[in-house]
């Protein structure tokens, strides 16, 4: 009786023993779940630092390699590889040169033996962004760049006609007071501490008062490179060197403006410019922006150019529409005197393409 229920509790440990024996060696011939990656993902890093990704593979026996995926600023696609590391079971390092404001994104791959890719963690499509913040002036240049459009680039081209009226007997010589100009400029925008730098270059050209029909008409053939400093939100200061070939030679000039207000909206622009021989104009000019698309600007100056005997005023109004694609045509028309018997209108024209 004793030998055998001792049979029947030896033949049923035995049982259970070989259950447990099979169940094990599934489990290591046929896992359930597969590889995985297990890693505290990265949601923040700093501008020009390595990102390192560490995690830990389950079953690493099925997987050949595993590799980080990550999109760049340039929405460029890259990997790196996963290596053993002293802190962790794997690592795998984003370079530095890659980490850039305002952000990255990534996403986990693991490469198995029979050379499949299996997305452990995100995926291409929908990636786990880590952010890049960077400093104060990366962040404004970074909100202008996105207002402009990423258009940094400007070039322009203007013509314009001036008629004062005219200007005073000179031994029975009368002489019309007027001008026209004609002008085409680069700009580019780093949107930084230097917000703008550029140059024009143009021709001007009025009638000499000398009654002597041998001596040229006044004029200018110019130069004017210039660069604009941002001093705070609202503030911005611009300077210009200028140099010309005029009537009896070469001279050399400066300018400069200080504009109040948004930089490429509503501002106030008080300025002024000056050249040797053939004069000087000192103005002020308001851009209301009425629409997005749309800027209108009174403009007063004073001016005794091209080489007058006296000052004048021009009041004048210049709209801008904003084509869209990069391109702006702008009008500007007004009336300008010297004195209050003779006066004259003003008409030009100028494009932009920014790019």
Do not use: C
């Amino acid at each position: 009786m004793v030998t055998a229920s001792l049979s029947r509790i030896l033949a049923t440990l035995g049982l259970g023993a070989a259950l447990l024996a099979t169940a094990r060696s599934a489990r290591a011939e046929a896992p359930s779940d597969g590889p995985a990656l297990h890693h505290a993902p990265v949601s923040v890093a700093r501008a020009g630092e390595s990102i390192a990704v560490a995690g830990a593979i389950d079953h690493p026996e099925l997987v050949k390699s595993g590799f980080v995926v990550y999109r760049t600023e340039a929405d460029t696609l890259r990997q790196v590889p996963f290596q053993r590391s002293s802190s962790g079971p794997y690592v795998a390092i984003i370079p530095p040169e890659h980490v850039r404001t305002p952000e990255i994104a990534y996403a986990v791959e693991l490469e198995l033996v029979d050379g499949a890719r299996r997305a452990v963690f995100a995926s291409r499509d929908e990636m786990q962004t880590i952010e890049v913040p960077g400093d104060i002036d990366e962040g404004r240049e970074r909100a202008a760049a996105e207002r402009l459009g990423g258009r940094r680039s400007v070039v322009t081209t203007s013509a314009e006609y001036v008629v004062f009226g005219q200007r005073s007997e000179v031994e029975g010589h009368v002489v019309a007071d007027r001008y026209w100009r004609t002008e085409a400029g680069y700009r580019y925008r780093p949107l930084r501490t230097v917000a703008e730098f550029g140059i024009r270059i143009g021709v001007v050209r009025g009638p000499n008062p000398d009654p002597d029909p041998k001596k040229p008409d006044l004029g200018l053939n110019y130069g004017a490179p210039s660069v604009r400093f941002r001093l705070g939100d609202i503030w911005h200061l611009e300077g210009e060197f200028l140099s010309s070939v005029t009537e009896v030679g070469f001279s050399v000039g400066t300018g400069a403006a200080l504009l109040i207000g948004d930089p490429y909206g509503s501002k106030l622009s008080l300025g002024f410019e000056t050249i040797q021989v053939f004069g000087t104009r000192l103005y002020s000019r308001m851009d209301i922006a009425a629409r997005r698309d749309l800027v209108i600007s009174p403009i007063v100056e004073v001016t005794d150019m091209p080489h007058a005997d006296r000052f004048g005023v021009r009041l004048l109004t210049e709209t801008r529409y904003e084509a869209g694609n990069g391109f702006g045509l702008a009008v500007v028309g007004g009336y300008q005197a010297r004195v209050a018997t003779s006066g004259g209108p003003t008409f030009g024209l100028s494009g932009s393409y920014a790019f």
